[in-house]
């Protein structure tokens, strides 16, 4: 590879990737507590884990989300990759979203062929947008997607696991809100289309660039418009939800009286069309107001034509995708603050003399269950205390000269004031070890 003649600053001053963000301690706790929860809720609906490649063809993300949307448009970071030794270059990209490549997956290794699929994965998006709170080029996602299933049952459950998720979170009704809209089927999106298109014609003048570009090759786009300007416009333009035929608002309604019975509160709004060509039927996405105008933290609906577009045999399919990154800020706005992962003791070693016989007791310690953390190195007991202090753990294990001739550890109480200090023989750990367990 040839180097660039000049380094740019950027490499000379090692920085991350601009809208690209390191995930440190303590955050990173935050993010493993996260994760922890949701795969709680995802495992009781009996879904599984998949994990798809971080780059595919280009062409997959082209024909699964639609070319002529703000992603493929704008947002997605293709390239070609370098020439094999016949001169062809693979083009690919990074995913800028998951459900294709997990359709491709399916595709690829019949997995559709006998029944369906709940599956669920958790990982990085990358999309070129314009870096700000709550909108990033690498973002995370915790998706489901339940393959192979028409009814809707499986558009309602997904949306009930989504509410279980937020409400487990500590998230409910006064912190989001579920939209609800239905996009029916391609014929009736047909004749919307032609009623729309007229619609867009009659107040042409008004139609940003944008806009104006996508009134004919993508017009239902038009009305998920940001441009303020556009609003009166995208709120009087023919309703989908008008256009709907019997088995269309059968599937609909067949969801919404799952969710009023579940006491899943709901509004429907007819602009929803979500940012993806995919969807059909069911569309809904999980809102906040706390986070401006990246107030969507959840996204999802039903995609039944999908897995036929990119090869597969027809299949329905319903699906969702969370964003990691927003939940955590929303969650740091209403401030529900999981409690910081401490360990259970923390060993306090004042000379090296003992070190072999305190590692191999720590190690029985580990064995037996109990997180502990050794001081490093040698310093003072003074600034050993301290940082077993700092640590947050309930105990500090002391392992001096004395002890150890004796061949016991003390056992130092830190939260406690009233508690007593007492001595246990290292050579039966795992006889005491579940007092260090008990919180
Ligand atoms: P938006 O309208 O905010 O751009 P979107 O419709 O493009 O969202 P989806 O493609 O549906 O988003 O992705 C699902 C979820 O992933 C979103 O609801 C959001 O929580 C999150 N997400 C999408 N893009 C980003 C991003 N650039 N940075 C952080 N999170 C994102
Ligand atoms: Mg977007």
Not at 310 to 339: D, I, S
Request: some cysteine; proline content about 6%.
């Amino acid at each position: 590879m040839t180097e660039p003649k000049k380094i740019p600053q950027k490499l000379q001053m090692l920085q991350a990737v601009k809208g690209m963000n390191d995930i440190l301690p303590p955050e990173s706790a935050r993010w493993e507590w996260l994760e922890a929860k949701m795969r709680s809720v995802l495992q009781r609906y009996g879904y599984q884990n998949v994990r798809t490649p971080i780059v595919e063809p280009t062409a997959l993300f082209v024909r699964g989300i639609g070319e002529v949307t703000d992603i493929v448009e704008k947002e997605m970071y293709a390239f070609e990759d370098r020439a094999d030794k016949h001169g062809q270059a693979e083009h690919l990209a990074l995913r800028p979203e998951m459900t294709a490549g997990v359709v491709r997956a399916m595709i690829e290794h019949s997995y559709l062929r006998d029944s369906g699929r709940r599956l669920y994965y958790f990982g990085p998006m990358f999309r070129r947008e314009k870096p700000q709170k709550g909108r990033y080029r690498q973002f995370h996602q915790m998706g489901v997607e339940a393959l192979g299933f028409a009814g809707p049952d499986v558009d309602a459950e997904v949306i009930l696991m989504g509410s279980r998720l937020l409400r487990e979170l500590g998230l409910g009704p006064e912190h989001v809100r579920l939209e609800l809209n239905c996009l029916g089927a391609p014929a009736e999106r047909r004749a919307h289309r032609e009623a729309l298109v007229a619609h867009l014609e009659a107040h042409k003048a008004l139609l940003d660039e944008d806009s104006q570009r996508r009134m004919y090759s993508n017009p239902l786009r038009v009305l998920d418009t940001k441009n303020p300007a556009l609003q009166d416009m995208a709120n009087a333009a023919p309703k989908l939800l008008d256009f709907l035929g019997e088995e269309s608002l059968a599937h609909f309604n067949g969801v919404r009286a799952i969710l009023d019975a579940a006491g899943i509160a709901y509004t429907l709004n007819p602009r929803l069309v979500r940012g993806l060509d995919y969807y059909n039927l069911t569309v809904f996405e999980w809102v906040t107001d706390k986070l401006g105008s990246q107030g969507t933290v959840c996204g999802g609906g039903r995609y039944d034509g999908l897995i036929e577009q990119l090869g597969g045999k027809p299949t329905p399919a319903v699906g969702f995708g969370m964003g990691l990154e927003r939940m955590l800020l929303l969650l740091e706005e209403v401030g529900v603050a999981p409690e910081a992962p401490t360990p259970q003791a923390y060993a306090v070693v004042p000379s090296s003399e003992g070190l072999p016989q305190v590692m191999v007791a720590l190690e029985q310690l580990r064995a037996a269950g109990v997180s502990v953390v050794l001081h490093p190195g040698q310093s003072s007991m003074k600034s050993q205390f301290k940082k077993a202090d700092a640590s947050g753990a309930r105990y500090a294990l002391v392992f001096g000269a004395d002890e150890l001739a004796r061949g016991e550890v003390a056992i130092k109480p830190l939260r406690d004031a009233a508690a007593l200090q007492v001595s246990r023989p290292l050579a039966a750990v795992a006889d005491w070890a579940a007092e260090l367990l008990r919180a």
